[in-house]
């Protein structure tokens, strides 16, 4: 069948460009494979055994009898009863309202991620964004446009992709699809939507972006994200480690970084650079349409986990510590009368 462009595109030297870079870019699904594998050899010969030796609990969780079918259908209508709705529980199934409260703990923690799970995930991604951030810091204090945000758009359309530049690309690529790879065994917090927007939307970033050579840009937008998850995550590990002091420090140096680079950085001189100055050089198109609107969500889903940031500040400062990031599920405590119940109970 005849394709249905003309000869004068089919041949041209962009069109041979684009396709060459498309190319380029099939690596992406075999470097992501090879990042979970390495993901996982992480995971068992390195955090796990870390883990064990700080005696983190590994989850395995007695699984909640099944005490009455009247008491499972009411837990998968409401996960938390009011005193009122325990106490006629306790009248027609014949338990305590303590068995009823104990059992429904139990029930709530029974799915939770593990405290070793958590730390797992959140090492892997510290040690990849500090990677990542190094890498790419690197690679633009050697160049022209992190200096002077002009030259992103010198030469546009015809500008050389050099080897430091398609390794970073390929790198951030890759990590985000192999984050998709693993979105359904990942801990599901909150914002799980939130983060899966994000990690389709930066995905599509990188690879629309390298195939319409916004990529100047794209290594500025993919450098002010990951500096601010450095701090977050090696938080979240210090946290698990039991080093609280540490951990609310790291966290006040992650709202300060996250609020600078994503509220005031990237808006204020990625985004000023791709909508505005790059007007110089070429029309408002549908690609630059799309790579904008694009850089707009980020932006917007920056200020939802904002709001976050600066609601866990404002608790912070008000009971002087930080006492669980408000997307998280935290495993509930049982007393001991609680434990006796629940033994009672199975």
């Known amino acids: 069948m005849a394709s249905s462009w003309p000869e004068s595109v089919l ?7 684009f396709r060459e870079r498309v190319r380029e870019l099939s690596y992406v699904p075999v470097i992501s494979i090879a990042i979970t594998v390495l993901r ?9 055994p870390f883990c064990r030796r700080m005696n ?33 529980l306790s009248k027609q199934l014949d338990l305590s309202v303590a068995e009823i409260y104990s059992w429904y703990r139990r029930k709530r ?5 593990s405290l ?10 510290f040690l990849f964004y500090v ?4 890498y790419g810091m690197g690679m633009l204090w050697q160049s022209t446009w992190l200096w002077d945000m002009q030259l992103c758009w010198e030469n546009f359309g015809h500008q050389e992709i050099r080897w430091p530049e398609y390794i970073y690309y390929m790198l951030e690529c890759s990590f985000y699809v192999s984050l998709l790879f693993s979105v359904m065994t990942d801990i599901k917090r909150k914002d799980f939507t939130e983060q899966l927007i994000h990690h389709v939307a930066t995905l599509l970033l990188i690879t629309c972006s390298y195939l319409v050579t916004f990529v100047r840009v794209g290594t500025l937008v993919m450098a002010v994200h990951d500096i601010s998850d450095v701090f977050l995550e090696l938080a979240k590990c210090l946290n698990y480690m039991k080093k609280k002091a540490l951990s609310d420090n790291l966290f006040v140096v992650f709202a300060v970084v996250f609020i600078i680079s994503r509220l005031v950085i990237y808006p204020f001189w990625v985004i000023h650079t791709s909508a505005i100055k790059s007007l110089a050089v070429t029309a408002p198109d549908l690609k630059w349409q799309f790579f904008n609107g694009l850089l707009v969500v980020l932006l917007c889903l920056h200020i939802f ?8 500040a404002r608790e912070m400062m008000n009971n002087g510590t930080v006492n669980k990031d408000d997307r998280s599920d935290t495993e509930e405590e049982m007393s001991d009368d609680d434990v006796k119940n629940s033994d009672r109970s199975g």
């Open 109 to 113: 923690n029974w799915n939770k991620p």
């Open 11 to 17: 041949y041209s030297p962009e069109y041979a460009a």
């Open 131 to 134: 990677v990542a951030f190094s």
């Open 305 to 312: 986990w904002s709001s976050i940031i600066l609601k866990m």
């Open 56 to 88: 983190f609990p590994d989850g395995k969780r007695r699984k909640p009898p099944p005490v009455n079918p009247k008491l499972e259908e009411m837990f998968r209508r409401k996960k938390r009863l009011s005193e009122d709705e325990a106490i006629k």
């Open 40 to 48: 996982i050899f992480y995971t068992r010969y390195v955090a796990i």
């Open 116 to 125: 070793q799970k958590k730390f797992c995930e959140a090492s892997w991604r």
